[in-house]
């Protein structure tokens, strides 16, 4: 029997559904094209497919919640913007109604729409010196019609007014500030003490907390080579060892007169002038300067080198779905982590009644020391055990990394060697995809001795896997080179979990028996909204580039090749996103820096929470691992019979790799498209487990091909193909 609150919401719920609530199919259809957001974008932000969006406009079904509500308030907030007969549809020659950012109608389940900012806005009587008393920003409207860019699903119900404008602005030599949706603003500023009272007072830029016990991020203003040199602002860093000026340069000198801070890093690429919060208000800017390299180039490709307004645009995507950029791209990721899961939040004492800073349950609270095998060989635990000179083994440090493994060319079969093509595939954010429900430790680590093995504890683990044999035509699992371990060495949790379910699953003549273990308590998926964020990024972005989950396999290969052709901002949101995710987990781990470090000392970042090589191990362990389950359900789906019992051997038909490199693997192939090799069926699905064409992570998309003499030529030479495959690219070792 139905409780009478069930009853009751079921009554309303009928009543509801009677309702005409939404507006008719047609004017659905016209208050989409009015805002420019194509059926496959509007799908992506409601989690649904294009055909059902379809299907909504033509009236052949309705939404149900809590898609309907959704749906109804974005529709509701169209319509407010877009009313019948007014406004144009993006891409036609008409001026756009309202350049500025308007406030989403819509929940936080149904993202607002921006538009974004044209390539080469007109700005019409540029500012060449500021007036005695600074004026209210002037907005000017773009010279031509935006293209749509649709937000992540988790963006803010509406627009803040202390954030109408956005997040960031550029500033250029004439004083233009570009910002989100095209809007570019007057600034008078010539100062960086001016620029940062004027941004804090008349701008109105920033970005909301992502979590409610977090910090509003903080405006950050992004300097052309001219706004620099407004500014007074030197064309190139004269010392290229510590990337910053001299405190007796004259902006440091102004800044310092005006009762403004700078960090300890100082006034570098990225810099932070400040005052000490008073109370909840906080007084910050941050500043990037274009002239001395703050946008590498490695994470954002060409950006630096786009006009003012559509660099605005670019960093306002990746603000809007990743965070406002505040350093680099590995920064950003991991303060990403804080801002999802702060610290720390207010909490009232019982005994005093005042309020305290207490814990956020499942955050990273305080720093924690890691266990000696887990850090670097600068950290004070490693030099306080080895010598400077002494290179430390398998059974004393944890070396948990990426593959980097090649086969010996004498294993290449005749079939293999028959083929024409080497194809190569590549892991959709492979560390991104491993951190997804990962348990990570929270506390500090603990030393026990000959422990049982639990897969739900975190931990580093020193045990002996040297007994599991495997096909020597694969990698091993336990080792970044592929060979197989010759005694006991240290693994992270995830690696000897798959060391367990190898010799249960293939009933394999091993025992996991660890030595000894540094284990931590509390264990949680302390990255599953770091994955979550990311993720929704990646796809809306990849979306936007018109490679979405409705794809076909053919047609997912067709899309891909040149999908960043078409918008070149976009391309560079993307790379700075897969640079998030790298770069935020190679600095759990982030080493020392600075000529005047000395080995066995402390350095600044083991005092935050997020300093954990354990964290930083355990999600490249999971990734490593992912890729060697693939490998081998990959090559059993490819097999005539199954895998011979005690051991894990292949047929010599088996798909097998040639060489693996981090998130791409190289297979020999008779055709050159990855269709040719992966095992898909007459149906058109995948095996089981085995490699996939698709756009989440997780899933692979075509690397490159080659012909197979060119790889096994690389073999012969020990170098490794995947590397290579698609032209010269870095090792990807998250770092």
Known sequence: MPTEREALFAAVDALLAGEPALPPPGERSRLRKAAGVPQSKLAAVLQTTVQTVKNWESGRSEPREPKREAYRRLLEGWAARFPDGDGEVAGSAGPVATPAPQPSAGPATAAAVVAAAPPAPTVANPVGSAPSAPPRPVAKKPAANPAPVSLPVSAPAAVDPAFAHGPLGVLDGDGSLYCAGGLVLRCPATTVPALVEWTLAEAQ???????????????????????????????????????????????????????????????????????????????????????????????????????????????????????????????????????????????????????????????????????????????????????????????????????????????????????????????????????????????????????????????????????IE??????????????????????????????????????????????????????????????????????????????????????FLAVMDGHKDGDPGLAAVLSAIKSTVKGGIGKLRERPQGAAYRPGERWPALERPTWRPDIRAAVISAARINMHRKLVKTALATQTGPAPAGRLEFGPDALLPVAVLSDCVVYPSAGPSPLDVLPYDTAGKPAPGAFRLGVSPGMVKHEGTRELFWAVELLEQQHNPARHIKGDRDEDDGE
């Open 205 to 467: 830029l920033g970005a909301p907390r992502l979590h409610r016990f977090g910090k509003d991020s903080d405006p950050l203003v992004v300097l052309t080579a001219g706004g620099a040199e407004r500014l007074g602002l030197p064309a190139r860093l004269e010392d290229r060892r510590s990337m910053r000026l001299p405190d007796g340069h004259k902006v440091v000198q102004q800044i310092t007169r005006a009762k403004w801070q700078l960090t300890r890093r100082g006034f570098g690429p990225w810099a932070k002038v400040y005052r000490p919060a008073q109370g909840q208000q906080r007084q910050c800017v941050q500043l990037a300067v274009l002239p001395w390299d703050a946008l590498d180039a490695r994470s954002w490709g060409s950006a630096a080198q786009l006009p003012p307004a559509e660099l605005a645009r670019v960093l306002s995507v990746y603000a809007a779905r990743v965070l406002t950029p505040r350093g680099s791209t590995a920064v950003a990721g991991l303060e990403l982590m804080t801002a999802l899961r702060p610290p720390t939040r207010a909490v009232r004492d019982d005994t005093t009644g005042a309020w305290v800073s207490g814990p956020v349950p499942g955050s990273l609270t305080a720093p924690v020391d890691a266990a000696y095998p887990e850090v670097p060989d600068e950290h004070p635990a490693a030099a306080a055990l080895f010598a400077r000179t002494h290179e430390r083994t398998p059974a004393e440090v944890l070396d948990e990394e990426a593959f980097d493994w090649i086969r010996d060319p004498e294993l290449l079969t005749d079939a293999e060697c028959a083929k024409r093509y080497a194809v190569g595939v590549d892991v959709n954010t492979a560390f991104l995809a491993a951190a997804n429900r990962l348990p990570v430790g929270l506390s500090a680590p603990a030393h026990v001795t000959a422990p049982r093995f639990d897969k739900q504890v975190p931990g580093s683990w020193l045990v002996d896997l040297s007994e």
């Open 470 to 555: 495997l096909d020597p035509r694969l990698p091993s699992p336990f080792t970044p080179h592929g060979r197989p371990p010759t005694g006991p060495a240290w693994y992270a949790t995830p690696t000897v979990a798959y060391a367990q379910e190898l010799v249960d699953t293939y009933r394999l003549p091993a025992r996991i028996e660890p030595i000894e273990a540094f284990v931590r308590t509390g264990a949680g998926p302390y990255l599953d909204p770091w994955y979550k964020h990311l993720a929704d990024a990646y796809k809306a972005t990849m979306a936007d580039l018109g490679v979405t989950a409705e794809l076909s396999p053919q047609q």
